[in-house]
């Protein structure tokens, strides 16, 4: 799928406003997985306060741990790189194809995974600036998505 420049305008647009606050909006990404979907909490074994609270600490005080603003800023630091780069296929591949890999064979990650985590990221898109912007930024989301599964 390819995406027309009004696509990219329109989606380098949302992002910029979301990504201003990456750690923050990362964090309430990835709390809210772990709460919405609490299977995901067993891909990071490493994250030792998460494990020891996970089942019954609140999204905010999950959205609160180092471990998973850290996190949730890189996902969103990663992310950010395909959007910069979502008009050029071969570059957004360059950057996703060693990230799928290492979820796929190294870190086993479902690549159902993905979908779950846009989808919320989608969400919270729509909370903070209206549902318009979901619509806007789910193109890129399906890119990136359909160029994660190509990796696995």
């Given at each position: 799928?390819?995406?027309?420049?009004?696509?990219?305008?329109?989606?380098?647009?949302?992002?910029?406003?979301?990504?201003?606050?990456?750690?923050?909006?990362?964090?309430?990404?990835?709390?809210?997985?772990?709460?919405?979907?609490?299977?995901?909490?067993?891909?990071?074994?490493?994250?030792?306060?998460?494990?020891?609270?996970?089942?019954?600490?609140?999204?905010?005080?999950?959205?609160?741990?180092?471990?998973?603003?850290?996190?949730?800023?890189?996902?969103?630091?990663?992310?950010?790189d395909m959007v910069q780069q979502v008009d050029n296929?071969?570059?957004?591949?360059?950057?996703?194809?060693?990230?799928?890999?290492?979820?796929?064979?190294?870190?086993?990650v479902d690549v159902k995974e993905f979908e779950i985590?846009?989808?919320?990221?989608?969400?919270?898109?729509?909370?903070?600036?209206?549902?318009?912007?979901?619509?806007?930024?789910?193109?890129?989301?399906?890119?990136?998505?359909?160029?994660?599964?190509?990796?696995?």
């Open positions: 799928m390819a995406l027309v420049a009004d696509d990219i305008q329109k989606a380098k647009s949302v992002w910029e406003k979301f990504y201003v606050n990456a750690e923050d909006n990362g964090a309430i990404v990835l709390s809210r997985m772990f709460k919405e979907h609490p299977h995901t909490v067993s891909y990071f074994t490493n994250f030792k306060e998460l494990q020891s609270i996970a089942g019954t600490a609140s999204a905010a005080k999950l959205e609160g741990l180092s471990e998973v603003r850290a996190h949730g800023k890189k996902v969103l630091s990663a992310l950010n296929m071969d570059a957004l591949k360059a950057i996703i194809e060693p990230l799928g890999k290492k979820h796929a064979v190294e870190l086993k985590l846009c989808g919320i990221l989608l969400d919270l898109m729509a909370e903070k600036y209206g549902e318009d912007t979901k619509t806007d930024f789910k193109k890129v989301t399906d890119v990136v998505c359909e160029q994660i599964k190509s990796t696995y």
